[in-house]
């Protein structure tokens, strides 16, 4: 056999890959039938093509959760804090709790007998207003049956007046057409009126959206706002959210396809700093869902359904419903389109524009400049009603006081991300939106003027004003 | 064999998969003509125990893509995924793992 050294016995040998070819690496690791980690036990689950038996895949699904954790630990400079998990009560959510307590507990173990983290704090947002059905005691026996705290935030505590969202957007007309000059959203940046109900402000906030595909990412844009606030509430530098890869990679889809590709590397990537004082660790984003329901049928996770505004809807009922049918249809013929599209996310960094922009005053998302700019790019366009209203003008200067409240209307328009503008757009006027960085805005402008319910958008112009009140002062 | 040999078996849905069936059941029994495989069963749920949306569930005789099968506690896909031959007092889980997290 060996005499005949030629390439075309060698071709041979290498389609038929028989006793006498060493086997190649990936097949000497496996059994035919067997796990792929012990190689004594018959599998209970394949993940990706590979098969585990029950024992070999929990263990695998601890030791890749404190791998993802320490490489996240690793790339940010956090000092010894408090952490908190932000827990919806879902699978993924539940799953990662129960991993962060085992985490915890294997390092009070150690020699150290000291853990990197003080302490473990499980935060919760709390949807009943809008969906009655969850039955959130169980969210929180989740979080007892695992020995940790629970504090619960309610969604409508995003309306509530008190010193952390003093100031709200109620917008007052909104005019975004492709091209046109008078792009504006103005609104007036109110102090909460205490005659109606934070409860009843967010319903009505939910029920002026115009579509499922709003409704989510206002769902979503709240609950990070409140999640932050919890974390910084209770002195937890770190955040760990649950999103898995699954998740992911839908959001990569929808996100980009919602036109927030600019925030994009702080809304899903592995470890985002963008928070003042909080770091957000997505520590659940090598797991797929497949692999958390078997993890969590395996080690008796409880978890509970968390529904959405598109559960049990058609496909096509909202951007983020049809990019997780299509990214896990997708998965489901090719098992690692999942996998290829997180790790394609992985290589994405911030623009240093986007590092160095200012918050959106929506969602707190970094601003693009010249979000107008690409609108006006858009070729799609609709006729509006554009009667030139005078009261709206671009320059701060000639805001006028409306009637109402005395307060002024300003325009917003620039300070107000992208994919933020669409949804104020298409939202009923008076709406009022929940501000996730108005405070801030007001706080740059200077102290002793607590009072000044203006905002002048046009960042330039806030930037000069900055710089009068600075050189005001030391006058 | 005779055509009256039936096998019970036990199925149960969750992650959600429950609000799609008839009472919201979370656990059913289903009575099947020997020998029946897990396509046969899927095709049993479908026209007998899912309420309405019946394309939530099922999709060209088999689940739909994000609903895992579980057979006895073991993924279906060890086995042989829609062949798989189902035997009397199986449990078979239907899991959904859309909308989680």
């Known amino acids: 056999m060996c005499d005949k050294t030629t390439e075309a016995s060698l071709e041979t040998q290498r389609v038929s890959p028989k006793a006498t070819v060493e086997p190649s690496q990936y097949e000497r690791k496996r059994v035919p039938g067997m796990c792929i980690k012990c190689k004594v036990i018959k599998p209970n689950v394949t993940i990706r093509r590979s098969l585990y038996c029950k024992a070999c895949f929990v263990r695998t699904c601890v030791v890749k959760f404190r791998t993802a954790l320490s490489r996240s630990r690793k790339n940010t400079t956090v000092p010894r804090t408090k952490l908190m998990v932000a827990l919806s009560g879902g699978p993924s959510s539940s799953a990662m709790l129960n991993l962060m307590a085992d985490f915890q507990r294997m390092e009070l173990r150690g020699t150290e007998a000291q853990s990197r983290y003080e302490d473990i704090i499980a935060g919760h947002v709390d949807e009943s207003v809008l969906f009655p059905d969850v039955q959130d005691s169980l969210i929180s026996e989740i979080a007892i049956s695992l020995s940790i705290e629970c504090r619960i935030t309610k969604l409508e505590d995003v309306f509530a007046t008190n010193d952390e969202a003093p100031l709200f957007i109620k917008l007052v007309q909104s005019t975004l057409a492709p091209g046109a000059l008078k792009d504006k959203i103005c609104a007036h940046l109110v102090k909460t009126n205490d005659s109606i109900s934070s409860k009843k402000r967010l319903q009505s906030l939910f029920s002026s959206l115009a579509s499922a595909t709003d409704r989510e990412e206002m769902l979503d844009i709240i609950k990070t706002l409140l999640l932050i606030r919890l974390a910084r509430k209770a002195e937890c530098g770190v955040l760990l959210m649950g999103d898995s890869g699954t998740r992911i990679a839908t959001k990569i889809v929808s996100l980009a396809s919602r036109g927030r590709g600019f925030s994009l590397p702080f809304e899903v990537g592995a470890e985002s700093s963008w928070f003042d004082n909080v770091v957000v660790y997505r520590p659940m984003r090598d797991f797929i869902m497949k692999e958390i329901a078997f993890f969590n049928m395996w080690t008796k996770q409880n978890s509970v359904v968390v529904p959405t505004f598109t559960t049990g809807a058609p496909k096509r009922a909202s951007i983020g419903r049809l990019t997780e049918s299509f990214v896990i249809g997708l998965d489901h013929d090719f098992s690692s389109t999942v996998s290829t599209i997180c790790r394609t996310m992985q290589k994405l960094e911030p623009r240093k524009q986007a590092l160095n922009s200012l918050p959106c005053l929506t969602c707190g998302m970094p601003v693009e400049n010249d979000a107008q700019a690409w609108r006006s790019r858009l070729t799609v366009s609709k006729p509006l009603a554009v009667e030139a209203e005078p009261t709206i003008q671009s320059n701060g200067s000639n805001d006028v006081p409306s009637d109402e409240d005395g307060l002024v209307r300003a325009d917003i328009t620039d300070v107000v991300c992208y994919s933020c503008q669409n949804i104020l757009t298409s939202a009923a006027s008076g709406t009022t939106f929940p501000g996730a960085t108005v405070d801030h805005f007001l706080k740059s402008k200077g102290p002793g003027d607590a009072k000044v319910d203006i905002v002048n958008a046009k960042q330039e112009a806030l930037r000069k004003q900055i710089e009068t009140f600075l050189l005001n002062d030391n006058e | ?101």
């Open chain 2, 1 to 101: 064999m005779s055509e009256a040999e039936e096998i019970t078996v036990n199925v149960e849905f969750s992650g959600g998969m429950e609000r799609l069936m008839k009472d919201q059941a979370s656990s059913i029994q289903a009575k099947l003509p020997e020998p029946a495989t897990i396509r046969d069963l899927i095709i049993h749920v479908r026209d007998n125990v899912v309420e309405d949306k019946k394309e939530l569930f099922s999709k060209n005789d088999t689940v739909c893509p994000g609903i895992l099968v579980i057979i006895n506690g073991s993924d279906w896909e060890v086995e042989d995924s829609e062949d798989t031959v189902l035997s009397n007092k199986d449990t078979v889980l239907f899991i959904s793992t859309l909308h989680g997290g």
